[in-house]
């Protein structure tokens, strides 16, 4: 019956793929998460991994040193209650005698992601491991002599058990390629003023009291109609827990993070196409809003990544200075790496635009945040000994860049040149910190 279910999401990708949506040679972001609803997941997105690796090394140099951060790899919903409110509503309506057929069906495949989901809320899934070890196997591969036996190699995580889980899962990774490798571990409060940190005023811009409610509320209320969804599934909503706007959110959820489960259960055959790229459009303004560089929050949650980017700095020079080879390995979460690509200002990563109608032109989650998102700065020495160490950035396995020059030409640039640029957006950072602490001092 699973195997049967499951069908429904790929008669979905397929009908699109063939449909009328791909009328122009070049793709928008609609066009994408049209043609691949898993994409709708934003932030939920399983890691698509990268097409090849990028095991690109200037003449005349060696890889020797690392620098990392990864989210987390892919979860279960945030809490055991995301599934069981939906779940409750169904056990309700079919109390009440009003599932549609379609309502029914989906009831029974509900209860079979429950099996595995069960006590589980927050937790990394299997594939959430095995997507860490490969980013971490694949990383060996490019650059093995990074991974000498005497490398020097840190791996601190979050206090959070998926993120913990997620580091054990890389270093695993590593020690398979390498079982000489020594890797201490730690996950605790410690490290946590740069893995995840937050200033008091971006926490009260993203609260409900926030700025940026009127703008994402109006956008919502655009973009989002639960009335067909809701008439699909039950004959009448009266009495039921839910409101067919949470309804549908909450079914959205459940359908998005299936791809980050084992089940082979599928329900983006709930939605229509344009339903569910609506959810996905608000949804993207959401994270956006709330984690990266939209205009209004005038690089306030942007600079949060401040304390991490430091530490980025301070850790590569320190590698330099004592001539350590090895590799610094960070684990946290789509609210930390988000800030830090758009603070790095990597193309696409730190789009501006103050238009919620235009917001997907210039920021998509799914291109910056999937699960198991990751930084890799490599760094290169000369392997005469003479000349400047080099650096690359990757994002996702992919090359980026910064937007500055480069005088050894793209991707790489050497470290002095990268760091000033970096030692500045760091220095940009505080001051705008310093900026709303002196306004909320004012204000009180």
């Known amino acids: 019956m699973l195997k049967t279910l499951r069908k429904h999401s790929i008669v979905f990708a397929l009908t699109l793929t063939v449909g009328s949506w791909f009328s122009s040679s070049a793709l928008t972001v609609m066009d994408e998460v049209i043609a691949n609803p898993e994409k709708a997941g934003g932030v939920y997105y399983a890691y698509p991994g990268p097409a090849d690796t ?61 099996l595995e989901a069960d006590g589980r809320g927050g937790e990394l899934t299997p594939l959430g491991a095995r ?57 605790s409060k410690r490290w946590m003023s740069h893995l995840c940190w937050w200033t008091p005023q971006a926490a009260e811009w993203n609260s409900e ?14 973009n989002i109609h639960p009335e067909r969804v809701t008439a699909s599934l039950v004959t009448s909503p009266d009495g039921l827990p839910l409101t067919p706007e949470q309804l549908m959110w909450g079914l959205y959820w459940v359908a998005v993070d299936m791809q980050n489960m084992e089940t082979p259960v599928g329900f983006f055959d709930i939605f229509t196409p344009e339903e569910l790229y609506a959810l996905w459009r608000v949804n993207n303004l959401d994270f956006y809003i709330h984690n990266s560089s939209f205009p209004m929050s005038e690089g306030l949650i942007v600079a949060n990544a401040r304390n991490l980017l430091d530490n980025i700095i301070l850790t590569a020079d320190e590698y330099i200075a004592e001539g350590k080879t090895g590799a610094t390995l960070r684990f946290g979460h789509d609210g930390n790496i988000t800030p830090l690509a758009a603070l790095m200002q990597f193309d ?97």
């Open 348 to 444: 696409g990563f730190c789009g501006e635009e103050p238009d919620p109608e235009k917001a997907e032109e210039a920021w998509a989650n799914f291109k910056v945040t999937p699960m198991a998102s990751n930084l890799q700065v490599i760094f290169f020495e000369p392997d005469d000994g003479q000349g400047d160490i080099l650096v690359k950035f990757m994002m996702n396995e992919h090359d980026v860049n910064l937007p500055i020059e480069s005088s050894v030409g793209k991707p790489f640039y050497k470290w002095s040149e990268a760091r000033e640029f970096l030692k500045a957006r760091a220095d940009e950072a505080t001051a705008t910190i310093t900026r709303a602490e002196q306004a909320q001092q004012a204000a009180n």
């Open 54 to 114: 990028l095991a690109v090394t200037p003449e005349g140099y060696t890889a020797f040193y690392i620098s990392h951060y990864g989210r987390h790899g892919s979860r279960y919903l945030i809490s055991d209650d995301d599934y069981l409110r939906v779940i409750d509503y169904f056990d309700k309506a079919d109390s009440l005698g009003v599932l549609t057929p379609l309502g029914k069906e989906v009831k029974s495949r509900l209860e079979a992601v429950w």
């Open 209 to 222: 009291r926030g700025p940026w409610k009127e703008t994402y509320d109006n956008f919502a209320d655009a």
């Open 131 to 187: 997507q860490h070890k490969g980013i971490a196997q694949r990383m060996y591969d490019s650059y093995p002599e990074v991974f000498a036996d005497s490398a020097h190699i840190t791996a601190r995580s979050t206090q959070v058990m998926r993120c913990a889980h997620s580091m054990m899962a890389f270093c695993e990774g590593l020690k398979e390629k390498n079982p000489a490798l020594y890797i201490p571990k730690e996950s």
